[in-house]
Structures are given as structure tokens and as C-alpha cells.
């Protein structure tokens, strides 16, 4: 048990210091936490063994050397994490306040400011004389790093206060790294270290990115990388700080203004970022609520959360609460689900897709992350593979966040085994053996064997039937690999040969089953132009693509038969796209298999070409995003086509409005910043119905 205490101890204070100092975290945040959790667990099975340098007893990291240190007039607090992650957590956090409080049942709901938990680094900052003098990090609560030469780089962060402030304050918040600004800074690290510029170094995370920007000796520096920030709590500096508690100093002054929302409007009007997402609710039902809401729109958000924060709005009830351990009582923070987790490889394997590129996947041990089980994650292409340099045994980070698949963020080399392998992309397919080359440019090895190669085959069925193209309800991926490697599928139109004496000799394959294949082949004969182009799968067509050829050339005869020349005239194709379609009509099995379709009865409707181009939106481009109040997504979409508008996933100069609902992130913020007109619901309803 020594050992294990001795042990975890060594072990979290090396992950301390690489994550607070180096800003080069050594693993993910729930890792860390399980490993804090077990040593406090023994702590308090055994207190006569806490030292006072046990990682339990501290708050932050001890600041860097090469910084000014700086004491805390106010001491910075830590915030008690619920361990009930499940929306109960919000109930035992409510019911400890009511009890502490001693409120009865008879008593009315606690009023809350629900905030969102930041995922970046804490601030502090000092107004003189409404002069922004001093930053400074949390350190370990009590004294901490000068970082204002870098603080005063970030735009957002006023230099000074207007008259309706008081003169001396100090306001707290988080710094840190939108997503998008993340990327791009990675994109631009990832650029020099290609150029040979080998100090440079790519960020794990935006908080990683944002902590290392915060901590620069070099001000230029930390000016290039974009921080944001948002306030969250107010402190006034108390004459005799020795005198006061704790609590009672960080509390100094505040009830004058009576509530933490009022606190937050103050912050506000004083030109400070206050989150649009922090709200007063009432009681358990109402912290339930919010902690619903965020989740939801959580992978929404331009930046990265771990979590939501519930406070007691009023002043008066946190005073009475107090605070342990160096956390208030009044606060606690409440996490999602990790997205990042620890894992070992089993395999690594290459996939082949539907245009024969090969992917490299990991195969992973299953864990818990994102909220799902998760047992592959993407290496993406031989580059990326290579960069992160993931081997089989390994033991690697993995991330899953919202929708998007889940992936590899990077190895722990201190783990890794002697004789680990380094992955090589193979020279031929592993379905066909076909060669697989890559192009020059390219990022992606392709398999040459086309059609010929039973996984393209499999994908491009899968695409076929895909519910926006034909839309073959019952044909999914197992059985699609059945007919395949059962030789009763080779090319799209035996799907409309196959026969039920046929289909039930499959497999686990029922009466009922069989009959229902059958009726949605049926169905899926009759189609619309724009979903056939796009499930004959060109690369580079997609559902938008397909649509504007259709709209264009009005048949599928026009389709194939049209020049480089007319395939430029369309909107929005170019060079790429028209090569790619002649490309594949010009391959007679190609345009066999259109023929062979029609064939077996696969008809659709044709129009006139050009006859939508006298539609109200004719030449008119839509972005949709965020949660509209009564439409779907795809109802919107539907609306804005009939009137003959093209919607789009991304905002450019050529977007002629924004469809936007709730929670609206980067998209929106494009939109306003290139100044494009943006529309609500009841817009839309409005433009559509107009003549
Ligand atoms: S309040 C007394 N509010 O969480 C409570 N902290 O505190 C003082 N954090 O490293 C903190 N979002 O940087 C508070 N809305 C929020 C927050 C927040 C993120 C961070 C803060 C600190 C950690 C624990």
C-alpha cells in the first residue's frame, strides 16, 4: 500500500509539473483525475500518512522560474468537482446547499447562476485606477506568475475601465483557445517544423495551446497565438487582508451588489466578455435543465468545455456557506463525460473506401470516451499515421468529441515497448492486391483495382443505396458483404436481378427479411435525377454537386455526354469536379452500368434543363446552422430548393444569407463577419413564401 501511495505520488507530481510547467501534458485529464482520486482515496484510509507535499495538498503547480512571482491578494480558489457525473450530481449539490443552508421542504428553490466550465487556464487581473496593471496566473492559489506582458496582447481583455467602474478591482476568468483558432495555429506549427524550424511544436489540445501562449517569455510570441476570454467573478482588494478569512476576502465588497448575476452584469457593462451562456435557474430542476441544454449543444460550441459550474447567486447565502479544503461551498463544477481517454492498440489496419482510398484505422482495446464505447479510431492517411507514429502495443490518447469520428491524438512514448514496429503504408490492396499508389499532391493511397476490388464494390452498393441516393431501406452493410463475397452482386444492377429463393439461402436471412429487401428495391426504382447522379458515387460529386448537374443539363444523357467546356459552365464546378466526371464517363463499364440500371426498370424524373432558373432563389446560396425552433434541417433545406436556392456546408463571400437558429457557432460568426445578411426561422418563412 506504501509503495502504491509512493508510487502515485511520483507519478501525478510528474504529470503536474508536465502539465502546469511544461505545458506538455503527459495524459488525458480523466486519467490524471483517476489517479488523484485513488491517492486520496488511501489518504483518507490512512491520514497519519499525508505529507504536506502529497499532490493532495496543493492546488496548482509551482510557477516558472523565469517568471516574477506575484502573491494573491485575494487567494484563488479551487472549485469542488461532483463526483456524480450523471445529472443526479445537480441533485446532491442542491440538496447539500439546502441542508447546509438548513432549508426545509416548505422552503422555496436556491437561485443558481449556471455557468459553463472553461477549458483553459485561469486569469487574474488587476485594475488601478481603472488601468489594467497586472495579470497573473492561478499558480498554486497562493502566489503565482506575472503574465502580463502576454495578457495585454489578448484583444478582448480591456487596457482600461470606463468612469461607471470602481477604480480598483480585480476580475478572474478564463483564457483561452477557440477551436478554429487552434487548428489553424496547429496548421501554421505544422508548417514550420516542415520548413526545418525544429524549436516549433504542434499543441495537444486548445488548453494546452492556450496555457503555453499565456506562459511565452516572449510577448511577440504569445501576441501570434489567439486567446480569448471570458470573466467570471469580481474581487475587491480588502485594506487588511491578514485580518480576513478566506471567504471573507474573497467575498470583500460584494454585497453591494447582492446577487453573482448582478455581479455578472456589472462585469458586463464594464466592457468585460461575460458568457452568453451563464443564466440564474432555480433549484435542483433548474440546474438539471442547464446541464441538459449545454450537453446538447455542447460540440457546438466554438470552444472546448469540460463541464458546467453552478454557483449560489446570492452574496449573503455564499458567505454563510463558507468554504473546506480551499473550495467554497457555494460552487461546485459538474463534468461531462471525457472526451479523451487511455488506451492500448491491438492492430493497426488498413480500410478501403469507396473511391479505393485506403484509410490506416487502429484497432483499439474498448473504452469508454465521448460517451460511447470505442474500439477504432482513425489514422487518417500515411502522413498523419506517420506524424503521430502510432504502433501496434502502444499505448495512445483518444479522442472523441460529438459526431466526429473517433481518433488518435497521440502516443505515450514512455510506454511504448522496445520492439513496437513502425507502420508502413502497404504497396498493395488489401482486399484485391491491386497496387495502390499514391498520386503526387495527394494525401491518400488509392487501390488501382477499381471495381474489381470487392471493398470498392462493397462501398460503392453501400453509397448506392444510401438513403439520399436510391434510398434501399433494408440493404446494410452485412448484407452487402454477404452478396459480394456470395457472387450475387458484381455490379449495381444485379441488385435488381436478385430473386427471394436467391436471397433466402443468405445467411440469417428470413422470410420477412427477404420480402422487405425486395419491396425497397422496388421502391427505390422510382428516383429523382440528383439522386442517381449522386449515387453512381463519382469523387468529388456530392449530393450539391449532383443536384446543380442535374438542374443544368436536365438529363442523364446530357450529363454524360457533356464536354470539359459545358461541365465549367455549371455553378460552382470546377476544373477537379468536370475532370472527374469525364473521367468516369469516359470508362464504357461506366456508362454500362447507367444503361444496365435503366435496364432493370431504375427510372427517374428528368426536367427540362435551365427550368428552375426562373425560381425566386435561382443563383441564390444558404448556410444552414444551429437548431432552428420548429424546422428540421433537412426541411429547411427542402424549402430553400424548392425556390430554387442552393444550400451549402460552408460560409464564404459568395454565401448570399445564414439560416440561423439556436447555438449557432463559428459558422454564424463568419457569416457577420464578412457582413452576410443572417435570417431567423421566421425569415426564411418569409423569403421562401415571397413571389
Ligand atoms: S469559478 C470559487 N467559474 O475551473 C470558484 N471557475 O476553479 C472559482 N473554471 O481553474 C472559480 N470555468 O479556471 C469558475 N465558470 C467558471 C469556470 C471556472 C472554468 C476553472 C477555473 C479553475 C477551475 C477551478
Given at each position: ?71 494573491h491578494r485575494v487567494p484563488m480558489l479551487s472549485i469542488h468537482t461532483e ?144 486567446l480569448s476570454f471570458y470573466a467570471y467573478a469580481l474581487h475587491f482588494h ?454
Amino acid at each position: 500500500m506504501l509503495d502504491r501511495l509512493v508510487q502515485l505520488r511520483q507519478q501525478l507530481q510528474l504529470a503536474g509539473h508536465h502539465y502546469h510547467v511544461l505545458d506538455d501534458p503527459l495524459m488525458p485529464d480523466a486519467e490524471y483525475d483517476r489517479l488523484f482520486r485513488e491517492l486520496q482515496a488511501l489518504e483518507a484510509a490512512h491520514p497519519g500518512l499525508i505529507t504536506p507535499d502529497s499532490p493532495t495538498q496543493r492546488v496548482g503547480a509551482a510557477p516558472m522560474a523565469a517568471f516574477t512571482q506575484v502573491r494573491h491578494r485575494v487567494p484563488m480558489l479551487s472549485i469542488h468537482t461532483e463526483t456524480d457525473i450523471s445529472e443526479q450530481g445537480a441533485v446532491q449539490f442542491d440538496a447539500r446547499v439546502r441542508k447546509q443552508l438548513q432549508l426545509n421542504d416548505t422552503d422555496p428553490p436556491v437561485n443558481y447562476v449556471a455557468e459553463l466550465k472553461f477549458d483553459g487556464l485561469a486569469i487574474s487581473l488587476i485594475y488601478r485606477h481603472r488601468l489594467l496593471v497586472q495579470a497573473c496566473t492561478r499558480g498554486d492559489g497562493e502566489t503565482s506568475e506575472d503574465v502580463t506582458h502576454n495578457i495585454r496582447t489578448i484583444g478582448q481583455i480591456p487596457l482600461c475601465l470606463p468612469d461607471s467602474a470602481p477604480a480598483e478591482l480585480e476580475v478572474r476568468g478564463e483564457v483561452y483557445m477557440r477551436r478554429d483558432d487552434f487548428e489553424s495555429l496547429n496548421e501554421r506549427q505544422r508548417k514550420c517544423i516542415a520548413e526545418g524550424l525544429k524549436h516549433e511544436k504542434t499543441f495537444v489540445n486548445p488548453r494546452n495551446a492556450a496555457a503555453g501562449a499565456v506562459r511565452q517569455l516572449d510577448p511577440k510570441i504569445a501576441a501570434q497565438r489567439p486567446l480569448s476570454f471570458y470573466a467570471y467573478a469580481l474581487h475587491f482588494h480588502p485594506d487588511a487582508a491578514h485580518t480576513l478569512s478566506p471567504v471573507e476576502a474573497t467575498l470583500n465588497g460584494l454585497q453591494a451588489f447582492g446577487s453573482h448575476q448582478q455581479v455578472l452584469t456589472a462585469l458586463k457593462d464594464w466592457g468585460f466578455p461575460v458568457s452568453e451562456h451563464s443564466r440564474q435557474v432555480n433549484g435542483a430542476s433548474g440546474l438539471i435543465t442547464f446541464h441538459q441544454e449545454i450537453a446538447a449543444l455542447r460540440d457546438s460550441l466554438p470552444f472546448d468545455i469540460d463541464g458546467v459550474v453552478y454557483k449560489v447567486s446570492d452574496i449573503g447565502l455564499q458567505a454563510r456557506m463558507g468554504m473546506v479544503s480551499r473550495e467554497p461551498r457555494w460552487a461546485v463544477a459538474h463534468k461531462y463525460p471525457a472526451q479523451e481517454e487511455l488506451t492500448t492498440v491491438l492492430g493497426i489496419e488498413v480500410q478501403v473506401g469507396r473511391t479505393g482510398k485506403l484509410t490506416p484505422v487502429a484497432k483499439l482495446a474498448p473504452v469508454f470516451v465521448g460517451g460511447v464505447t470505442v474500439t477504432n479510431a482513425t489514422l487518417h492517411n500515411e502522413d498523419e499515421a506517420r506524424r503521430k507514429d502510432v504502433r501496434v502495443a502502444d499505448t495512445v490518447i483518444v479522442r472523441r468529441a460529438g459526431d466526429v469520428i473517433p481518433e488518435v491524438v497521440s502516443v505515450m512514448l514512455e510506454k511504448r515497448m522496445q520492439d513496437a514496429r513502425i507502420f508502413t503504408m502497404p504497396a498493395l490492396c488489401p482486399v484485391c492486391g491491386s497496387l495502390a499508389v499514391r498520386e503526387d499532391g495527394e494525401a491518400d493511397y488509392r487501390c488501382t483495382g477499381g471495381l474489381f476490388c470487392s471493398a470498392q464494390r462493397k462501398q460503392a452498393i453501400l453509397h448506392f443505396a444510401h438513403k439520399r441516393a436510391v434510398d434501399i431501406a433494408d440493404l446494410g452493410e452485412k448484407l452487402v458483404d454477404q452478396l459480394v463475397d456470395a457472387g450475387l452482386v458484381n455490379t449495381l444492377s444485379d441488385l435488381y436481378k436478385l430473386g427471394f429463393s436467391q436471397l433466402s439461402s443468405l445467411e440469417r436471412m428470413a422470410e420477412k427479411s427477404a420480402n422487405n429487401l425486395l419491396a425497397s428495391l422496388q421502391r427505390s426504382k422510382l428516383t429523382t435525377l440528383p439522386r442517381f447522379i449522386f449515387g453512381l458515387g463519382i469523387r468529388h460529386v456530392g449530393e450539391a454537386t449532383a443536384k446543380d448537374m442535374a438542374r443544368h443539363f436536365g438529363s442523364m444523357d446530357a450529363v454524360m455526354d457533356a464536354s470539359m467546356e459545358q461541365l465549367l459552365t455549371v455553378n460552382d464546378v470546377g476544373p477537379v469536379v468536370a475532370q472527374s466526371l469525364r473521367t468516369f464517363f469516359d470508362q464504357s463499364h461506366n456508362r454500362e452500368v447507367v444503361e444496365q440500371l435503366r435496364a432493370c426498370g431504375v427510372n427517374w424524373e428528368e426536367s427540362a434543363p435551365g427550368a428552375r432558373l426562373d425560381l425566386p432563389l435561382a443563383g441564390h446560396t444558404y448556410v444552414i446552422t444551429g437548431t432552428l425552433p420548429t424546422l428540421s434541417r433537412d426541411q429547411a433545406q427542402a424549402m430553400l430548393e424548392e425556390a430554387g436556392a442552393k444550400v451549402a456546408g460552408s460560409v464564404s463571400k459568395k454565401t448570399t444569407g445564414v439560416i440561423a437558429g439556436e447555438s449557432a457557432g463559428s459558422k454564424l460568426e463568419k457569416a457577420i463577419s464578412l457582413g452576410i445578411p443572417v435570417l431567423d426561422e421566421a425569415a426564411l418563412m418569409a423569403l421562401v413564401k415571397s413571389p
